[in-house]
């Protein structure tokens, strides 16, 4: 919700008109003046798209203003794509993917792999009649195939490494393929079903976590050293306000150490998940302006070719899946009245350098 030609004189003004129209109007933020994020930002900035978005104006508008690449939130997930017949359905996908090609926006595909996801049509698998591994391949052949071209990438397996970070996430993929080798053969599939998307491997806390961090990037070596075409590297960043000032640069550089492009991939700052947040939200509205600076000046400091995109997990705090942890939570740009918050600009202005 850019305001062109409102000039700060203008903003200031309304300020002051509010103030002198008593409380209720003076509780009203000022109105925030800033370019697009898309328009300043050197590189792909993206949001998290359901296809019930798709017929919301409001949506709509703020999305096709600010970002120019999305990502299906759930529905290109095992959990909506395989039916307990084991069929394909794809009409939600099509449909994302149909408003992205209209639109001319990238389209990053979310996720072929999941240990969170096994649906029950590879659990119950009927193995006299197609192999786990057969089964396994086909379903990335088919949904990659499908989408070859309309997408500018995939994140191919998604939060690898276990929770403490010692080792690897324990599933069935990695219980009936190997720990290793279900994630190499899903590059190789991944790779073989689309020439030209990027291929991410993405997970989270890597910014909290300094060990599981380093156990994602040994895995990401051994990928590379396996010639598993691994593309990027994707950290999600579900943050919270008041996170220590340095973390995110610091795994930042971490990140960048391997050449490999980075994706800041699902950034929200959460208010709720900080410590105290009921007492000092103003001060935590503050820290959640700094959190997201800091993010974006990290990201400018890596080398250019290392800025694959910078995606928001929703852009209005009412569509944020932490709404369903704490309806009191705010962690997005635009408030429960599709205002922006003095963070974009704040966001806008780093992204313009
Ligand atoms: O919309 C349907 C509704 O029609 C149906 O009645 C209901 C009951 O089945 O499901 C609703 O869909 C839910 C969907 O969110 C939309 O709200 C799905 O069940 C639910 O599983 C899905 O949750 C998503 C979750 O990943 C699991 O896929 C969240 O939206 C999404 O924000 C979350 O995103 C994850 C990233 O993929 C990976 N990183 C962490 C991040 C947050 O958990």
């Given at each position: 919700?850019s305001l062109?030609?409102?000039?700060r004189?203008?903003v200031?003004?309304s ?5 002198a129209?008593?409380?209720k ?5 000022a109105p925030?003046?800033?370019?697009p994020?898309k ?9 998290c798209v ?7 104006p ?10 120019g690449?999305?990502?299906p939130?759930?529905?290109?997930k095992?959990?909506?794509?395989v039916?307990?017949?084991g ?9 994302l993917?149909?408003?992205?090609q ?7 595909g ?16 009927d193995?006299?009649?197609?192999s ?27 939060e690898?490494v276990a ?7 324990d599933s ?15 590059y190789?599939t ?11 491997l ?12 380093a ?9 590379l ?7 990027g590297?994707g ?11 340095g973390?995110i640069?610091?795994?930042m550089?971490?990140?960048a ?6 994706h ?7 208010i ?13 509205e ?14 400018m ?11 928001l ?5 009412n ?5 369903r ?8 740009l ?18 313009a350098?």
């Amino acid at each position: 919700m850019s305001l062109p030609g409102l000039d700060r004189r203008a903003v200031l003004g309304s300020a002051l008109a509010l103030s002198a129209c008593g409380p209720k109007a003076a509780s009203q933020p000022a109105p925030v003046n800033a370019p697009p994020l898309k328009t300043v930002a050197p590189f792909p900035v993206g949001t998290c798209v359901q296809a019930i978005n798709l017929d919301d104006p409001a949506w709509t508008a703020i999305a096709l203003d600010q970002v120019g690449q999305l990502t299906p939130e759930w529905q290109m997930k095992m959990e909506y794509i395989v039916q307990p017949d084991g069929s394909f359905r794809f009409d939600a996908p099509d449909r994302l993917a149909a408003f992205c090609q209209s639109h001319g926006l990238g389209l990053l595909g979310h996720t072929l792999i999941w240990y969170a996801q096994v649906p029950d049509a590879f659990a119950k698998l009927d193995e006299g009649r197609i192999s786990f591994e057969q089964a396994y391949i086909n379903y990335i052949l088919a949904v990659a195939g499908r989408y070859r071209g309309k997408v500018v990438g995939w994140d191919v397996v998604n939060e690898p490494v276990a929770e403490d970070g010692e080792g690897w996430r324990d599933s069935l993929w990695s219980q009936r393929l190997g720990d290793f080798e279900h994630i190499a053969l899903a590059y190789r599939t991944a790779r073989q079903a689309d020439p030209d998307a990027a291929l991410l491997l993405n997970d989270y806390n890597l910014e909290y976590n300094p060990r599981k961090r380093a156990t994602f990037l040994k895995l990401a070596e051994r990928l590379l050293a396996s010639g598993a075409p691994l593309t990027g590297l994707g950290t999600q960043m579900h943050v919270a306000a008041d996170i220590p000032r340095g973390q995110i640069t610091a795994m930042m550089r971490d990140l960048a150490s391997l050449g490999l492009p980075v994706h800041v991939s699902e950034l929200d700052v959460s208010i709720v998940r900080a410590k105290g947040w009921m007492t000092s939200r103003a001060d935590l509205e503050r820290r959640q302006l700094e959190t997201y600076v800091e993010t974006a000046e990290a990201f400018m400091a890596l080398p250019a070719r290392q800025r694959w995109a910078f995606t928001l997990w929703g852009l209005r705090d009412n569509q944020s899946w932490l709404k369903r942890e704490n309806a009191a939570d705010t962690p997005n740009l635009f408030d429960g009245q599709d205002r922006a918050k003095p963070a974009l600009a704040a966001l806008a202005k780093v992204f313009a350098g």
